[in-house]
């Protein structure tokens, strides 16, 4: 993404969209950049500390371990490891979409299309819940092309990726 140069607030915010995405790994090359542009009294410094702090480390963990057991088709365990940092780590868009897609596999379709809804407040345009919601109910919230499919399911896993 273009920014201007030396807008530090730019990347300030650019950073602050990339962590509630769960895209960690931007955000913090969007704060690293914003501190070369200006190095004192930069909200980019308490942006990073917070990065690198023990409650992310500890969602980033309990999500790729969810990750793992979904990708084994173990979708209950999955769902019990991301429910137990559900408060934490709910502002993730990553990590709703995944909880989403456990319910989905689970035959809990109310409880998935509720938990991607909850994703779409965070980020609108997700491409990954979108995809979910267009293939997962038909426009009435019915049933759509996944239809509990577990293999359709474990296809669409690929979307998703370690932070």
């Known amino acids: 993404m273009l920014l201007q140069e030396g807008n530090v607030q730019a990347h300030n915010v650019l950073g602050l969209c990339y962590y509630r995405l769960g895209e960690f790994g931007g955000a913090r090359e969007s704060w690293e950049l914003s501190l070369m542009i200006s190095p004192e009294n930069n909200a980019a410094s308490r942006y990073l500390d917070d990065l690198h702090g ?13 990750l793992a ?58 491409p990954l819940t979108l995809k979910y919601l267009q293939q997962g109910f038909a426009g009435d919230g019915k049933l759509g092309m996944m239809g509990g499919n577990p293999r359709g399911l474990l296809a669409l896993l690929g979307g998703h990726k370690r932070p």
């Open 54 to 66: 023990e409650d992310l480390a500890s969602c980033i963990q309990n999500y790729n371990e969810a």
């Open 69 to 126: 057991q979904a990708q084994k088709g173990r979708l209950r365990q999955a769902e019990k490891i991301l429910k137990q940092k559900k408060q934490a780590c709910f502002s993730f868009a990553s990590f709703g979409n995944l909880l989403g897609l456990c319910f989905y596999g689970r035959s809990r379709r109310k409880q998935a299309l509720q938990t991607w809804l909850r994703v779409l407040a965070i980020d609108r345009e997700n």
